[in-house]
């Protein structure tokens, strides 16, 4: 039996939001959870509770205070994490007026009331519920006023009223029809009605997939950037106008993940994806392994020429130095051994010089990491990092060990 829209609206209450603090701090499973609920509620409203325990389980990664907002699973999958919403809102100007379409649970929303007043558009009327709830429970821990709107329509029809905001964003639904798409053509809205939106009011962010293309989008007065967080590369932003930092540039962003979401550190690199990337035939005494948002934003070369690097091939992705950069931007490790890639060989050197904990980074697909890991791992304790890496044609195995301390 699904929900009905009067059951997620009870979920907003101080009653619902009390049936759901009770249930987190249960310690039973959720089958003896959900049946102890049900004496009180009805099916559906147990079903919803457990629920919102889960997803706020779940949206700790994301937001420091999931324990007060509301989700569904898909606005949660969809939603930008605090720590890149706080990042990307440092670019809109202080005190503006700001619109932020397909607003979803309200990610990026809340980020930007901190920054100005704000209006959300969605039309999934229960994310536009839940967003306007988030943003009366969170404003407290933000230190902002709730006054922010929420309206339930179709961005489709604001091409007409962005001319009154100081800047907008948008975040196209990836996932029309449940199936995740990297592809623009196949969001909602369409680029043809992005495109409507943009030119009534060019001060512009469009929040992408990593690897989208935006071809179609891209004017003079366009920034392309890629941003890494804990690992991953989250989100490529399209800014446009006056939100555009450099024309036709690509960005290669990677902020901490640490503190406070709206008081983040980020390094960038700036660059053009035509630089060439040189090739070396030699390991030199350290090995680099970019963050993500450098190879997605094709910007290896504009690395390898600021920081006097070289990459080991043409599409591997690993380059090598003779000095450690101060950057976040890349993964610094300090070359001991570079040996030819053979299993048996390798389980052998791993017995003699004792390997306990081992690391193995890779980018070929005729390595599997799982098995060469198993396989170097003994009884010793020595740690290391292996990285297989295609150099001169060839496939090696280059030991090393991380190098700590590198900038913020």
């Not at 059951?7 to 939001?17: A, R």
């Not at 983040?264 to 963050?291: C, H, M, N």
Request: charged share 25%; glycine share 6%; proline share 5%.
């Amino acid at each position: 039996m699904e929900a009905e829209y009067s059951d997620f609206l009870w979920l907003t209450t101080p009653e619902g939001q009390a049936w759901i603090r009770k249930a987190a701090e249960d310690k039973r499973s959720l089958a003896q959870l959900l049946r102890v609920l049900r004496k009180d509620l009805s099916a559906r409203r147990a079903a919803l509770v457990v629920e919102q325990v889960i997803l706020r389980q779940r949206a700790s990664e994301k937001f420091p205070w999931a324990h007060v907002m509301l989700f569904t699973r898909k606005g949660l999958e969809q939603a930008t994490d605090a720590w890149i919403g706080g990042y990307k809102a440092r670019r809109f100007p202080p005190g503006g007026f700001f619109a932020d379409l397909c607003c979803g649970l309200g990610g990026d929303l809340l980020c930007l009331a901190c920054c100005g007043e704000v209006h959300g558009v969605e039309k999934d009327p229960v994310a536009a519920l839940f967003a306007r709830a988030n943003l009366e429970n969170v404003a407290a821990s933000l230190g902002v006023g709730s006054q922010a709107k929420i309206f339930v329509d179709d961005v489709c029809n604001w091409s007409e009223k962005l001319d009154r905001y100081v800047a907008w964003h948008i975040d196209p639904d990836r996932r029309v029809g449940g199936r995740r798409t990297a592809q623009l053509h196949w969001s909602s809205p369409s680029p043809e009605v992005v495109k409507k939106l943009v030119a009534s009011n060019t001060a512009a962010a469009l929040k992408l997939a990593p690897a989208a293309s935006c071809a179609d989008l891209c004017a003079e007065a366009t920034t392309r950037e890629w941003i890494s967080f804990r690992g991953r590369c989250r989100q490529q932003v399209l800014w446009i106008g006056p939100l555009a930092t450099a024309a036709r540039a690509h960005i290669a962003t990677v902020i901490e993940s640490e503190g406070d979401p709206l008081n983040i550190r980020a390094e960038q690199l700036v660059g053009r994806p035509e630089v060439p990337v040189p090739i070396t035939a030699k390991i030199e005494s350290y090995i680099f392994d970019p963050v993500p948002s450098v190879l997605a934003s094709q910007l290896v070369g504009q690395m390898c020429h600021q920081f006097k690097l070289h990459a080991l091939s043409t599409h591997g992705g690993y380059l090598t130095g003779e000095h450690v950069p101060n950057t976040r931007l890349l993964l610094a490790y300090r070359v001991e051994e570079v040996l030819p890639y053979d299993q048996r060989k390798l389980r052998r050197w791993a017995k003699t010089h004792q390997v306990g904990e081992v690391i193995v980074k890779k980018r070929s697909r005729l390595v599997d990491e799982a098995r060469l890991t198993t396989l170097l791992r003994t009884k010793g304790t020595k740690r290391i990092v292996v990285v297989i890496a295609e150099c001169a044609g060839r496939l090696w195995a280059v030991v090393c060990q991380p190098v700590v301390g590198q900038g913020f």
